[in-house]
């Protein structure tokens, strides 16, 4: 039997079109974490908490530590290639590829090209970029490289960052 189809809800008025211009909006938060460059193109606010979306520069090397969480990750790769480990199986993904990320699976991405990789990265529901907030550090712009961090400075991040994990439903963890 057919479910009947309830009606939509009227619009919400106080919502408002959102337009972000990550190359050239100067009001966009552009966060240096774990060496990496993301900038907070759609915050949840502006989505009712819906989702967040992200732009991510991660530069040769970078990505963080395998960790796990309880909202979906999506990552649309504009370029460069990311080296992903899900459940501990290593895929690797090249511009125009969009990987979808369940709910509490283990993984982890890098990356492992002499090149940039910049992806796009959706977090649904948001607050996801709420942690970012907490533990990266402002920078100027979306491809304003990450301040190296002295040997003390990464373990008072790591340290933050753990103790936050919990806070925004993130576990970290040993291995993907």
């Known amino acids: ?8 809800p009227a619009d919400d008025l106080s919502r408002q079109l959102t337009v972000a211009r990550p190359e050239t909006n100067q009001d966009l938060e552009h966060l240096a974490v774990v060496g ?40 649309t790769i504009v370029e460069g290639e990311v080296t992903l480990t899900f459940r501990g199986e290593t895929v690797v993904a090249g511009p125009g ?3 979808n990320i369940p709910a ?4 982890q991405f890098q990356n492992k090209g002499k090149g940039m990789l910049r992806m796009l990265c959706l977090c ?4 996801q970029e709420k942690m970012f907030r907490e533990v990266g550090v402002p920078v100027a712009t979306r491809t304003t490289p990450a301040p190296k961090l002295s040997e003390a400075d990464q373990q008072a991040f790591k340290e933050k960052s753990m ?4 806070q925004y439903h993130t576990e970290l963890l040993q291995h993907a």
Not at 1 to 8: Q, S, V
Not at 163 to 166: G, H, K, P, V
């Open 104 to 107: 509490n699976a283990p993984h």
């Open 1 to 8: 039997m057919i479910k009947p189809a309830t009606p939509l």
């Open 97 to 99: 590829t969009t990987v």
């Open 163 to 166: 103790a936050l994990a919990t």
């Open 36 to 75: 990496d460059t993301y900038t907070i193109v759609v915050d949840g606010e502006q989505t009712n908490g819906r989702y967040t979306l992200m732009d991510m520069l991660i530069p040769p090397g970078g990505g963080p530590p395998p960790h796990r969480h309880d909202f979906e990750e999506m990552f």
């Open 124 to 127: 649904s529901p948001a607050g």
